[in-house]
């Protein structure tokens, strides 16, 4: 039998920051939500099935705001098949968490977020990626 396949172009309209945080998530998110009265939830875990990879299950957390929807992201799978690391973006893999951010959202907040992760001591290091530049960036669309 032929085989098909079905080409899906993606949007990727939201921004992306790596964080390295040597912390548990809950933890992170505890001094998120302080330091930026926000309130991440915690979500189920989603299972992500990346382009030929074994499945993964990824941990999150979502806020969701009139303004815009954010999610903070293990970069770290949860359940590793046959005991082995993976992660979400394997080419992010020295960031420990990801934060995405999608939304009609002024810059001016965007920038407010940036610097409230700069003033947090638990954060080591944050960048903010260009998401067209990531090549596995399909697996940020759950």
Known sequence: MKKRRLLVENNYDFQLMGIVAPMRAYKLVWYLNQAMRIDFAKQAECEIHPFNRAAIKISYYQYEAPYGNFRLIENRAVVNPKDEIHYLIPELKEFD????????????????????????TIVNYFKVFDVERIATKENLIF
């Open 97 to 120: 968490f990801l934060l995405y951010v999608q939304g009609e959202m002024h810059q001016d907040y965007f920038e407010r977020l940036r610097n409230g992760l700069k003033q947090l």
